[in-house]
């Protein structure tokens, strides 16, 4: 092991950092259905492990963990989530290469819905992610970058279609001045179902342009844009259906840090796959904030709202209909003893489809006891 590290960094450190947690949870609409439904219960037990590690060139993260689930009530489920991310970055003097990716167990009703706003089905979603990445710094304000990205993702039902992403993008990162950089990016999507009756597949390469600006050490502002080029195909029982259109999409952050507090909003509209076998556009909007009360006690309040449209809109028994979805989420944390924490959490949900008659809402709250011991640390 030394052989490989003598001749670039002085020393590794690497650590592990146990958890456990037990939540209880309610909902009072959980599948935010607008039939008749009752309230849900349940409990999640939620073990983990951090895990770094860091030379003078190499940085390596994981928090590997699992949620065992059971609902009853309203829905009698249980289940089991994994997740298994893995993040890595190598640099030398001029180059940066980072990986970011693993595997994902977890159910769309926690995960797709608050990316996307839509309800799939009460499902569970099995998804591999690749992303390498490259950045060459060609002058001290020029850099060149490159990235690669592929995902495959299945579902625990036929109900829903299984899907692949892949994708590649290049292009050109110039600092114009301390507080500000440019970027321009062209990429190349590709996205198919997988094993379905009603087979879709779209491409849709692009150019972005995005402009990142920092008024002082606290605050930092962020724009881009640009089109894609839109060309799907839709197998259908009297022969494919192709389309064509110009997309354009854009977006926009902003982040504030004070002494105790972070406020950041965001903005973005962006194509994204689906479960139900097709491309959907996302405009998405969301402000966050945290507060820390004490050196013990913090608050946080998340907000979204995002308005969902179909892309090539066919899609399995029909046209995809327009979905608005908002959630509104206070938290409130405490480190009560050294290796304790307690959390409790409510969230607020709605959604309207515009097929429906009636909109759809829930109330959720949530408590957690987490424990962390002592953390695993050592260096050669």
């Keep these: 092991m030394e052989l490989g590290l003598v001749s670039y960094s002085k020393a590794a450190e690497w650590s592990l950092s146990p958890s456990l947690g037990v939540k209880g949870v309610y909902n009072s609409n959980l599948l935010l259905t607008p039939l008749p439904h009752n309230d849900t219960y349940g409990y999640w037990v939620t073990p983990a492990t951090e895990f770094a590690g860091k030379t003078e060139r190499l940085d390596v993260s994981s928090r590997i963990a699992a949620d065992y689930v059971e609902y009853f009530g309203g829905e009698d489920r249980q289940f089991t989530n994994v997740f298994a991310p ?45 992303n390498p990445s490259w950045t060459r710094s060609l002058t001290e304000k020029l850099s060149f970058q490159s990235g690669v990205q592929f995902s495959d993702t299945t579902y625990d039902t036929g109900r829903l279609v299984d899907y692949r992403l892949v994708g590649g993008s290049g292009g050109l990162l110039y600092q114009l001045s301390e507080r500000d950089q440019i970027q321009l990016v062209g990429s190349y999507t590709h996205f198919r179902t997988i094993d379905s009756p009603a087979g879709f597949q779209a491409d849709f390469p692009g150019i972005n342009i995005s402009l990142t600006h920092a008024f002082d050490e606290s605050l930092t502002g962020t724009v881009y844009g640009g089109p894609r080029f839109l060309s799907s ?130 109330h959720a709250t949530m408590f957690m006891v987490t424990y962390y011991p002592p953390k695993l640390s050592w260096s050669y």
């Design 86 to 130: 893995l993040s890595v970055r190598y640099r030398t003097e001029k180059d940066l290469l980072n990986f970011t990716g693993g595997f994902t167990r977890d159910n769309t009703l926690l995960s797709e819905l608050q990316e996307t706003g839509i309800v799939l089905q009460f499902a569970q979603r099995n998804q591999w992610t690749f």
């Design 233 to 362: 195909t839709s197998r259908s029982p009297i022969g494919d259906i192709t389309s064509r259109e110009t997309v354009w999409l854009a977006g926009a952050s902003m982040a504030k840090k004070f002494e105790r507090a972070i406020i950041q909003a965001t903005f973005a509209r962006d194509l994204a796959p689906s479960g139900f076998g097709l491309l959907i556009q996302t405009n998405r909007g969301e402000v966050m904030g945290s507060y820390d009360l004490s050196e013990t006690v913090a608050c946080s309040l998340n907000v979204t709202g995002i308005l969902t449209t179909g892309k090539a809109n066919s899609t399995i028994g029909g046209i995809f209909p327009d979905n608005n979805y908002i959630s509104v989420t206070p938290k409130l944390s405490w480190k009560f003893l050294e290796w304790w924490q307690a959390e409790v959490s409510y969230m607020y949900r709605w959604r309207d489809v515009d097929t429906a008659t009636d909109s759809a809402s829930s």
